[in-house]
């Protein structure tokens, strides 16, 4: 079997994306083609740059996509030493790196994820960026949507500047 070929390969868009009642354009910063590992931590690099400081990035992508591998890119790249792990019961996890804290959410098992915004709220004041698992960007008030998406036995990986949402029009 050929060794698989490491490497990003994009394509740009833009769309109007319309959820629960809200309409937004977005604003394709960029897509890739995930390989493997190396490819990931690549894009971890090159999303960092991409992000302001207190960016809040939506982390969207089925069970086992790579958020939390993409997550623990991100603060190794921010100079976090250790292992990065799943929110999903601890619900809020936060990272300390030299450039201030990564703050770390998971609202999987949540059935109303309102509850905990304000828990997140204070968990990212200061922080140098806020990622949040099973989000919808426009109730967290995110400025970016990573969404990961199976493509093959790769995945697709593509950030999204998010504008604000306004209500669709009956």
Not at 120 to 139: D, K, N, S
């Amino acid at each position: 079997m050929p060794a698989r070929a490491c490497g990003f390969k994009s394509r740009p868009r833009h769309q109007t994306e319309a959820r629960k009642g809200l309409v937004s354009l977005m604003r394709l910063l960029l897509s890739r083609r995930l390989s493997c590992l190396e490819d990931t931590q690549a894009l971890a690099e090159e999303v960092l740059g991409l992000l302001p400081r207190g960016a809040l990035v939506a982390l969207e992508g089925p069970l086992g996509a790579g958020k939390t591998t993409f997550v623990g890119f991100l603060a190794r790249a921010l100079g976090f030493p250790g292992r990065v792990t799943s929110p999903t019961y601890t619900l809020i996890h936060t990272y300390p790196t030299p450039e201030g804290p990564v703050v770390h959410a998971d609202l999987y098992r949540l059935k109303d994820p309102s509850l905990l915004l304000g828990q997140l709220e204070a968990a990212l004041e200061g922080a140098r960026l806020g990622l949040v698992e099973w989000g919808e960007p426009h109730l967290l008030g995110a400025s970016h949507l990573l969404r990961l998406s199976p493509e093959g036995e790769a995945r697709r990986a593509e950030l999204w500047e998010v504008g604000p949402g306004e209500e669709k029009g009956v």
